[in-house]
């Protein structure tokens, strides 16, 4: 096998994961992002990274929560990792309530402009070339739990921002005359309608440690990683990427208890027991597959446990502990006027 590149390795995690993704804490997460999503009738939403549809359905059952069908809106959700939308296919069939509101589409969500121009998995499972996404047509563009897998942040929201609604404006003219001068006021723009908006979650710059550690082991073993947080250094790190591409944040939302455990402590001691568990996991497995041929996973095991050591003890405190959040960032954003 090829040496596999981030995105690659990404899929690959997420295929072996699909079956028990959701015996986990994202089913109950799902729940709490969409609440700040805050989803109306009559909206048309893009779900991007859907996954097995976790936030998808939940969207979906805001927009038919007065029972109407036909202009209730619509979700639509796209991955890249033909597993997981298997599962969530599968979950479509069960809510025949919910099919005028769900579509799912196999895609590369960081290439959304060339929808219309190869074949694709659609909703009904059949493979077929949708119909591009019209410009500026999305109430809604949400994403979770999936950022930290892109390679370049900026690219990405970039390239989704084309498809959101943008700020309406109206024009007003007010006439009045000043005693002294004696001219009209000018015709100015008066706010309608904000735009679409942008909802995207980034974990907390401790939230799953060990992962992190691992990923610096990837880039010192010169092998790829599935995930990217080398940029999340703090709460306004996604900040600056948004404001920088043409987004104006109205809100950052700190969702503790995200897998119900709280923050904690790991001790220096507990470095070689969180190695050990972690090359056991589907992330290690496509850390070690990117590698491509050749490369043995016993051999990445042995090199990569006395650096994971060192790098787990570059973020212990004083104490030998490491702290570790349990906290998830959800920003509010919409294109800037």
């Not at 944040?249 to 050990?276: C, F, M, N, P, W």
């Amino acid at each position: 096998m090829a040496p596999l590149s981030q995105a690659e390795a990404s899929q690959y995690m997420y295929a072996a994961r699909a079956g028990k993704y959701e015996d986990s804490w994202h089913p109950h997460y799902a729940e709490r992002f969409v609440r700040i999503v805050n989803p109306h009738p009559g909206q048309r939403i893009l779900d991007l990274c859907c996954g097995t549809g976790l936030e998808l359905f939940v969207l979906a059952e805001a927009l038919n929560k007065d029972g109407q069908h036909g202009d209730g809106g619509a979700v639509i959700g796209v991955d890249v990792t033909v597993e997981m939308l298997a599962v969530a296919a599968e979950r479509q069939k069960a809510r025949p309530e919910l099919a005028d509101r769900v579509q799912l589409l196999h895609h590369d969500v960081t290439h959304l402009e060339t929808l219309g121009t190869k074949m694709s998995t659609s909703s009904a499972g059949s493979t077929a070339a949708p119909a591009p996404f019209e410009k500026h047509s999305f109430d809604t563009i949400v994403c979770s739990n999936a950022f930290v897998l892109f390679d370049d942040p900026d690219a990405v929201v970039a390239g989704w921002r084309q498809f959101l609604k943008p700020p309406v404006y109206t024009a007003a003219t007010h006439s009045s005359t000043d005693s002294h001068e004696g001219h009209e006021s000018h015709r100015g723009l008066h706010h309608h309608e904000p735009g679409g908006k942008l909802v995207i979650d980034i974990p907390h710059e401790a939230a799953q440690r060990s992962g992190i550690t691992m990923e610096r082991v990837a880039r010192r073993l010169g092998l790829v990683f599935p995930s990217n947080r080398s940029w999340v250094t703090s709460v306004n790190s996604f900040r600056d990427v948004l404001e920088r591409n043409g987004y104006r944040v109205e809100r950052v939302v700190e969702l503790d208890h995200i897998s119900g455990k709280g923050a904690s402590h790991y001790t220096a001691y507990q470095a070689d027991e969180l190695y050990d568990t972690l090359t056991k996991s589907s992330a290690f497995e496509a850390m070690v597959a990117g590698a491509g041929p050749g490369v043995e996973r016993e051999t990445v095991v042995r090199h990569g446990k006395p650096i994971f050591r060192e790098e787990f003890m570059r973020d212990a405190g004083d104490d030998g502990c490491v702290f570790v959040s349990d906290t998830m960032y959800v920003y509010v954003a919409r294109i800037e006027a």
